[in-house]
């Protein structure tokens, strides 16, 4: 599932002040025109080749900027325009889910530019690439622990920015799938009578993943499983947590119908999962 991705940062798209510079005189914003008059990349200037990539990318005519961008840092490798357009080059690939490509990018940057005033939001920009890869909760979730030790970074290393909001957000809804995939096994097992295997990974849930909202269900089927076993009073302990935690939860209405006799499990009606909530409510 694809979130609507964070905007670039506005001071590395901004117009150029590029003064009584000529440069972008021929300029159209059409591939036609970049050399026309007879000009060639080599003939034009480190700000205005930087300026014509923008426009590529602001176009979405993504191979042209980093075409653009690879220009400038050949050509005049030592201007503050190259490093601007390693990170543009990154965003750009990105942009076009060319996840391999733009790390690539982004870890030169990362490398090359520890210091430098963007690096925030090249970090970010990295996280976003293995965000935008986790698979659904059905499938292998090893991309999803990468995703979620990315976004950590960025939280880490810059705690107080927009990037930092932002990453917390996705960390939530990437445990929501780590839990959701736990889920997933948990009841495949408790489905097969294979009741060790359910309770850990009903127990890793409620553990780990106490944030999401697969914690309520998970408690419920350890509920479950305790009764199917014969363990009368695990199951008490165990719907009494939920209870206690939860106690208007559709699903602690299930664990006390189980456990009291004449008592009516919840009629609940189709909710969205977490993440169509959240991708709702901000967006």
Excluded at 37 to 45: E, I, K, L, V
Excluded at 248 to 266: E, I, K, R, T
Aim: overall charge neutral; proline content about 4%.
């Amino acid at each position: 599932m694809k979130l609507r991705r964070l905007a670039i940062l506005p001071l590395l798209l901004a117009p150029l002040a590029l003064g009584g510079c000529e440069s972008l005189d021929f300029w159209n914003g059409k591939s036609d025109s970049l050399r026309a008059r007879g000009q060639t990349y080599a003939d034009m200037s480190p700000e205005a080749l930087y300026a014509a990539g923008l426009e590529s990318l602001r176009a979405q005519r993504y191979a042209q900027s980093i075409e653009i961008f690879d220009t400038v840092e050949r050509d005049h490798p030592y201007s503050t325009w190259a490093t601007n357009a390693r990170l543009m080059s990154g965003y750009a690939e990105y942009s076009r889910n060319r996840y391999t490509e733009a790390l690539g990018q982004l870890d030169r940057f990362i490398q090359l530019h520890p210091a430098h005033r963007d690096i925030a939001y090249a970090y970010y920009l990295r996280a976003l690439c293995y965000y935008e890869q986790i698979a659904d909760a059905q499938r292998d979730q090893a991309g999803t622990e990468t995703a979620l030790a990315a976004l950590q970074d960025v939280v880490n290393r810059f705690p107080n920015s927009t990037y930092a909001r932002d990453a917390r957000l996705k960390m939530d809804l990437a445990r929501d799938h780590l839990a959701g995939k736990e889920m997933n096994i948990g009841r495949f097992y408790q489905e097969r009578r294979l009741y060790a295997g359910a309770i850990l990974r009903f127990r890793n849930v409620v553990e780990n993943y106490q944030t999401t909202n697969h914690t309520p269900e998970a408690l419920h089927r350890l509920t479950e499983i305790y009764l199917a076993m014969g363990l009368t009073d695990e199951a008490r302990k165990t719907a009494s947590v939920l209870g206690h935690n939860y106690p208007g939860n559709p699903w602690y209405q299930d664990s006390y119908a189980l456990l009291v006799d004449g008592a009516q499990p919840a009629d609940r009606p189709s909710r969205p999962g977490i993440l169509r909530r959240v991708v709702e409510a901000v967006f």
